[in-house]
């Protein structure tokens, strides 16, 4: 099978990709106007605004890569989202393929079903801003930080068909539960177990201050990755075209690994994700002149957008 993407596939990814980021912008944002039919106002704003917008372009381009892959070879796959406050990416893309709509109907795929999807965002009697169980087929609750190893490796197990992609956030990496379950790999057996691919998604942020993980080099993570018993492969950039083909590529070369022998999918997993690809490009890197992309900020740009 080729990897390389065509110029009709890649738009359609990147035009997947960037419907999924408005979406995502109109939950952590808007109450109405969800089509900005008419001039924004201030009206048009949620009084409060919660979420993680930092963290969000990067989910929604993995989101869209596994699908990718989905279609391409028909494998049966599950996808775990640890990085918390992340649930309006994964969210707009559950409603961008219709699959929302079939549990939840009410929220229909036109404008008044986009406007429902977004005041229901981070509401009371609302879904909340993680992955949480209104999500339909979530098995992992995105804001308990620290577990999404553990409930990926628990799905594989016993599983051999499953291949289970599991972002791991960055400030996640830092707990507990999450360094301890790294080692998971030690216990799968590729004759009766699926494959975990894992996922270090290196945004850069967490709540308050800059991660550690993000804060080493690409040599040192390698060396921290290897030595649990993975093989990393690392995806940098922030040109949306190049990482589109630098994912496209990865991503099919590691199932290559998954469906061939068990000493070679034992190995398939550990990647790396120094920046959310294309997350300066998703969005204003300043606003009312405060940086906004790789900092901080990055977590709600303009937080005081309605003023």
Same mark, same amino acid.
């Given at each position: ?24 912008v109109g939950q952590i ?50 996808? /775990? ?5 992340? $649930? ?7 409603? !961008? &393929? =219709?699959? @929302?709509?079939? #549990? ?57 068909? /499953? ?5 791991? $956030? ?7 539960? !999450? &360094? =301890?379950? @790294?080692?998971? #790999? ?22 308050a201050n800059p991660t ?20 990393p492969f690392f995806v ?72």
């Open positions: 099978m080729s990897h390389t993407l065509g110029a009709d596939e890649l738009n359609l990814l990147d035009s997947w990709w960037r419907a999924a980021n408005y979406l995502t944002y808007l109450q109405s106007n969800p089509l900005l039919r008419d001039s924004l106002r201030p009206e048009h704003i949620k009084p409060r605004l919660l979420g993680h917008w930092g963290t969000s372009p990067g989910l929604s381009l993995l989101y869209a890569h596994m699908n990718r892959l989905i279609r391409k070879r028909n494998i049966d796959a599950i996808f /775990l989202a640890g990085p918390g406050h992340g $649930g309006p990416a994964l969210i707009a893309n559950v409603w !961008l &393929e =219709g699959t @929302w709509s079939e #549990i939840y109907p009410d929220v229909s795929r036109d404008g008044e079903g986009m406007k429902l999807l977004f005041r229901q965002f981070s509401t009371p009697y609302g879904v909340p801003s993680h992955v949480s169980p209104p999500v339909p087929g979530s098995i992992h609750e995105g804001g308990e930080l620290g577990y999404v190893l553990t409930h990926a490796f628990g799905a594989a197990f016993d599983n051999p068909d /499953l291949v289970v992609m599991a972002v791991v $956030g960055d400030g996640e990496a830092e707990t507990g539960p !999450l &360094e =301890g379950s @790294w080692k998971g #790999i030690s216990f799968l057996n590729p004759a009766r177990d699926g494959a975990v691919l894992p996922v270090l998604h290196l945004n850069g942020y967490k709540i550690v993980l993000a804060r080493k080099g690409d040599e040192e993570v390698g060396w921290l990755l290897r030595g649990h018993g993975y093989d940098v950039g922030d040109d949306p075209a190049r990482v589109h083909a630098a994912l496209a590529d990865d991503r099919a070369a590691h199932a290559e690994g998954m469906d061939g022998p068990a000493d070679r999918r034992r190995g398939a997993g550990g990647r790396h994700l120094p920046r959310p690809p294309g997350a300066d490009r998703a969005g204003p890197r300043e606003s009312r002149s405060s940086q906004a992309a790789g900092s901080l900020d990055e977590v709600v740009p303009a937080p005081g957008a309605v003023r």
